[in-house]
């Protein structure tokens, strides 16, 4: 089995995908295969297709879509062993299985190459540490999920793989920042802060890569607008690390080190 979920979604079985046209059972395939080889309870099931509104016809409709996904699945294998999509999707205590092998999966892919990446950062392999992170990013073709309908379990799902590819990304220009690119850095990190306004990692990496690059006083423009925002938003100040930082750009220090700012 072949899924794909970092972007527009899919699901290929032999080489065919089983990926339902309507919406509800293209949600229930993707969450189960993303709990490939794990009993997904029905109540964990219902809760994604109807959330606190499940009709009193719940039951039997996720019976029906479970069986058109086992027609799905039994289409893509030789007519001799069509019995086999039982096998494939399995009917467990009070819930179902995908119990199909994955040949490849992008998410784990993803989770193992960042993994990968964040080990070769903290061995203080820089270059090592960009390039396997780069990789990671690169399985990325949009936001995930961004063609399935996501009720309450698919949206934490979701939550937490943008959080991994935040993180990713962010260990990734920390990577390059140890290689020296600050200059080319700066329009990449302009973009994220613009979209992450109180990500105080981007900040602080925007500041330092602004510092780095001759331009002092748009690091200390990046700490204002960061400023304003958590006081207006929250009533609250920068962390002690960012007053730190910005303290440092107002003395001209030279040599700001990422660890010292809490991004190694």
Not at 64 to 84: F, H, V
Not at 104 to 126: P, V, Y
């Amino acid at each position: 089995m072949d899924v794909k979920v970092l972007g527009s979604a899919s699901v290929a079985l032999c080489g065919k995908s089983i990926m339902p046209t309507a919406g509800k059972p293209r949600q229930l395939l993707i969450l189960l295969a993303l709990r490939c080889g794990r009993a997904v309870p029905v109540a964990t099931l219902m809760e994604e297709l109807w959330g606190d509104d499940i009709p009193r016809s719940g039951t039997t409709t996720l019976q029906t879509y479970i069986l058109k996904l086992r027609r799905l699945i039994a289409m893509t294998l030789p007519s001799d062993s069509r019995g086999a999509a039982k096998e494939l999707l399995l009917t467990s205590f009070n819930g179902y299985q995908l119990n199909a092998t994955c040949a490849s999966f992008d998410l784990l892919e993803f989770e193992r190459l960042a993994a990968d990446g964040e080990a070769a950062l903290d061995n203080g392999d820089a270059l090592g540490a960009s390039r396997i992170l780069s990789r990671a990013l690169d399985l990325w073709r949009g936001p995930a999920l961004m063609d399935i309908p996501t009720g309450r379990v698919l949206t934490t799902e979701t939550v937490g793989m943008e959080e991994a590819r935040m993180r990713a990304l962010e260990r990734r220009i920390v990577a390059d920042c140890q290689l020296g690119k600050y200059a080319a850095l700066v329009p990449e990190l302009r973009v994220l802060v613009e979209q992450n306004p109180m990500d105080e990692n981007f900040c602080a990496l925007l500041m330092i890569a602004f510092q780095r690059s001759g331009a002092a006083w748009r690091a200390l423009e990046v700490y204002r607008n960061l400023r304003v925002s958590l006081v207006e938003e929250f009533g609250v100040e920068p962390s002690a690390r960012m007053q730190r930082l910005h303290q440092a750009v107002l003395e001209n220090t030279q040599e700001l080190s990422l660890r010292e700012y809490g991004l190694l």
